[in-house]
């Protein structure tokens, strides 16, 4: 157990960073000098980090992938030899909750970086200049549902920012861990929201990865929302390069969210299941959902009102997320009506 974190720290980092290992890794550098200290800082501020490292770049994956590997299989199961392989074929599931007593929402991301381009944690204002213009251009030639406008964080007067806010369609400053990791520099210079007209295709750009890419509806047809993001994806792809591993898939600041980088989840109204947590999480846990509070991580569940999504984004494609997110829904509103 290495000593470089707080006693009361529990992070992944901290498990599996030894002395002879910290030895090991301390002065290798990626060639954008992004080093072992810089990864682990977040994790040495937050002792309530559960991960507690973060990427600087794409090839950090490689120079510190001895502690990186051990991670990735700890969280995500990844086993020696598993390669991650992406899937998103567009599905026709059966619209869940048509009267919507149950799911209010339904909202399916993922996270991407542009290849060539430091992440977030590690980008000079410059390079993050040009990532934006970069990423503004890609989004300026959407067509059709996905067409729409970018609205840069410097250029919008507080009472923009607060409408945009109460879409929900904007994000804001990274919380503590981010900060310490280095994510939140130069805010809010070269962050925005892209959204398109309908307000269900949002981008949010230069927050933890250069790219959250959402599709989102106030309603449980969990096809459509993930179909428009399949449409989006092979969009910004032809303008767009986006950093891969050939094992790990796409590649991210945090470790949670390499492989798909995707989180697929619903907001969903469950009062009896409320009485009953432990019911919820043994059928969430059978279909590899995690239950987050309302407002998403780190936050409680309020009027109960909980947010469900995927636990897995490495080594399963996303199509197959939609499809064990779409199954434990059916489960879970079945045992909602049964109590
Ligand atoms: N808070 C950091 C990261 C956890 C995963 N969530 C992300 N990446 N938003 C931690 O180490 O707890």
């Known amino acids: 157990m290495s000593s470089f974190f707080p006693e009361d720290a529990c992070s992944l980092v901290k498990k599996h960073l030894s002395l002879n290992l910290h030895t090991a890794l301390e002065h290798l550098k990626t060639d954008s000098g992004y080093t072992l200290a810089k990864a682990i800082h977040s994790g040495i501020k937050n002792p309530d980090s559960s991960i507690g490292i973060y990427a600087g770049d794409a090839q950090s994956y490689q120079t510190f992938s001895k502690i990186f590997d051990p991670i990735i299989s700890d969280y995500h199961g990844f086993k020696k030899g598993q390669k991650h392989a992406s899937d998103i074929t567009e599905l026709d599931l059966a619209v869940i909750d048509p009267q919507k007593k149950y799911i209010k929402s339904t909202r399916i991301r993922v996270a991407r970086n542009l290849k060539g381009f430091c992440f977030p944690a590690h980008i000079l204002l410059p390079h993050r200049r040009e990532l934006e213009k970069k990423i503004k251009n890609a989004l300026s030639q959407l067509k ?111 470790p949670t969210n390499i492989g798909t980088g995707m989180r697929a989840g619903v907001h969903i109204h469950l009062e009896k299941l409320e009485q009953k947590k432990e019911l919820l999480y043994d059928i969430a846990k059978g279909f590899h959902l995690q239950i987050r509070g309302t407002f998403g991580e780190k936050t409680k569940v309020e009027n109960a009102v909980f947010d469900i999504s995927n636990c897995q984004r490495l080594g399963i494609s996303e199509s197959k997320i939609v499809k064990n997110l779409h199954a434990g829904l059916l489960a879970i509103i079945a045992a909602e009506k049964s109590l």
């Open 144 to 254: 059709g549902d996905l067409s729409g406008n970018y609205f840069p964080f410097e250029s919008l007067d507080e009472k923009q920012f607060q409408q945009l806010k109460t879409e929900p369609l904007c994000f804001e400053k990274g919380d503590r861990f981010q900060d310490a990791a280095g994510i939140n520099s130069d805010f809010p210079k070269c962050r925005g929201v892209f959204h398109s007209f309908d307000k269900q295709f949002v981008v949010w750009v230069n927050e933890e990865d250069h790219l959250r890419i959402i599709s989102l509806e106030k309603t449980s047809d969990i096809s459509s929302v993930f179909n428009r993001l399949c449409r989006a994806l092979l969009a910004l792809n032809r303008h767009l390069d986006f950093a891969q591993d050939k094992r790990y898939g796409y590649l991210t600041s945090c």
